[in-house]
């Protein structure tokens, strides 16, 4: 079964609104979780960090203003893209982080249009 | 983080053996080698994984070169539905415990031929 589920899968969203993502660790405690962005063709490029109870990392280039990440409890983080534009349009990824080498579990993603 | 370098895109045929290699010269002697898969518009996909020893595994095998500067995922029979975009990936463990993420190159796209 899945041990990480993202919603919504897709949406679709006006210019100006805003838009959250929620991703969910199912089998296990995450304190960290990653966010990754997806643009058509192209690798996934990490967003931001965050902790468990602590203000996310944003990579260089990520404004932490527009992209509200909220991660309050162990098996929750949200993603909110404020007053989105068409150029957030793209494939938005999350990952429970795990300390412990082995396998890592992405979510399904969630496919954002703005239009 | 160390650097892969893969090929861009790949095609086999179906049923047929399928070896996509990946370059890590620079690998530490602490990275692992990963390889994810992704299909389209669906999250990352784990395939593999191992450090010095070739790994097998119901999806894929891994062999490792002897110097580590190189590595090969082979499917053994590819299908319509191994038809993704397949990424090699280093990944250390932070000796603090922390989680540490993936950087993603831009992975080999393979194309499965009926």
């Known amino acids: 079964g899945a041990v990480v589920s993202q919603h919504p899968s897709w949406v679709i969203c006006k210019s100006g609104t805003s838009v959250k993502i929620e991703c969910r660790s199912l089998?296990?405690?995450?304190?960290?979780m990653f966010w990754y962005r997806q643009f058509p063709k192209q690798s996934l490029m990490l967003m931001a960090t965050s902790n468990e109870g602590s203000k996310a990392t944003y990579e260089q280039g990520v404004e932490k203003d527009k992209f509200l990440i909220n991660h309050a409890s162990l098996t929750l983080s949200t993603l909110t893209v404020t007053s989105a534009h068409p150029e957030d349009s793209s494939f938005y990824i999350c990952?429970?982080?795990?300390?412990?080498?082995?396998?890592?579990?992405f979510g399904q993603g969630t496919r954002l249009t703005v239009v | 983080d160390a650097k892969t370098t893969q090929p861009n895109s790949m095609e086999s045929n179906e049923e047929e053996p399928v070896h996509l290699p990946c370059n890590h010269s620079?690998?530490?002697?602490?990275?692992?080698i990963h390889w994810y898969r992704q299909l389209p518009s669906q999250g990352p996909e784990y395939v593999i994984h191992?450090?010095?020893s070739n790994v097998n595994n119901r999806m894929a095998s891994l062999a490792i070169a002897e110097d580590r500067k190189s590595s090969t995922l082979i499917l053994h029979r590819a299908t319509l539905r191994d038809a993704a975009v397949y990424y090699c990936?280093?990944?250390?463990?932070?000796?603090?415990?922390?989680?540490?993420?993936?950087?993603f190159g831009s992975g080999t796209q393979l194309t499965v031929l009926p």
């Open positions: 191992g450090l010095t």
């Open positions: 990952r429970p982080g795990q300390a412990e080498e082995g396998e890592a579990f």
């Open positions: 089998d296990f405690q995450a304190t960290t």
């Open positions: 990936i280093l990944r250390d463990v932070d000796p603090s415990g922390s989680a540490r993420q993936l950087t």
């Open positions: 620079t690998i530490s002697g602490t990275d692992y």
